[in-house]
């Protein structure tokens, strides 16, 4: 049995792997596992060993992200013997993305790997919105020649809470999961009610805003959702399709030809 291979997309905050099987022919790739943790905490390393416990060889993996150093830093202090040491993507070149951007040097890794993964799933002749959120909320667009148009970028929903928190003298931090459990109401009875609805109705209202003027320039774009709070938007952005760990899934793409 082929080895599968693993993906390691190091973000700011988040560090995800998936693994994937290397003779899988769809259109994007689907994931048989996939683990995400704080960026900031040892590597949890019995979940990735459980993934390849089976196989006799070293399973090969490879990294990139939009955290150069975090990517780095992954690759040196690794230690396990059952996966090999991660191949660092740092030739963006390779990603085959074209852009129409003012400087395609400077655009994030993770936005240009959603842009590879959309060129497989929209239609031809269509265009693709991409909402990503994370760290930062990204809203992307892919024309229906699969250029890279750029997008706009605003704080996500842990970074908006951390600054309220910041800087005030009173406001608590809310953290992800107290909006992940908690009612949505638009109108607060007191102080944390009052910051969850700004945080989640605010990131919604960000959201619809920026695709519907995108979407007046490309009005027949397919329109895609990942990222760690893409399920909380669900419900509200039923218009948009759920792509999870895009990503992901796009790297994946990739690191077949790169992995031999």
Not at 47 to 69: H, M, N, R
Request: include cysteine; aromatic fraction near 6%; charge should be negative.
């Amino acid at each position: 049995m082929e080895s599968p291979l693993i993906v390691f997309d190091v973000g700011n905050s988040r560090l995800k792997a998936g693994l994937f099987d290397r003779a899988d022919d769809s259109v994007l790739p689907s994931y048989h596992a996939c683990h995400t943790q704080d960026v900031s905490q040892p590597l949890e390393a019995a979940v990735l060993l459980k993934w390849v416990q089976e196989f006799d060889k070293p399973v090969p993996a490879i990294a990139t992200g939009s955290s150069p150093g975090g990517v780095e830093t992954l690759i040196l202090d690794w230690s396990l013997t059952s996966i090999a040491v991660p191949v660092a993507l740092r030739d963006r070149n390779l990603l085959g993305v074209e852009t129409n951007v003012t400087f395609p040097e400077k655009v994030g890794v993770d936005r240009l790997l959603n842009a590879m993964a959309a060129n497989q799933l929209r239609r031809a002749g269509q265009a693709a919105l991409v909402v990503d959120s994370g760290t930062a909320t990204t809203i992307d667009i892919v024309d229906e020649n699969g250029v890279f148009q750029g997008g706009a970028i605003l704080p996500g929903l842990r970074l908006s809470a951390n600054a309220l928190h910041r800087y005030t003298q009173l406001l608590p931090l809310i953290p992800l999961e107290e909006l992940q459990s908690d009612t949505k109401g638009p109108v607060g009875k007191e102080t944390r009610e009052a910051i969850r609805s700004g945080l989640y109705w605010g990131q919604i209202g960000a959201i619809r805003e920026l695709t519907d003027r995108i979407s007046r320039e490309y009005p027949q774009a397919a329109r895609l959702l990942t990222g760690g709070g893409a399920a909380l938007f669900a419900e509200e952005l039923q218009d948009f399709e759920m792509a999870p760990n895009l990503s992901l899934r796009g790297f994946a793409l990739l690191a077949k030809d790169l992995l031999h």
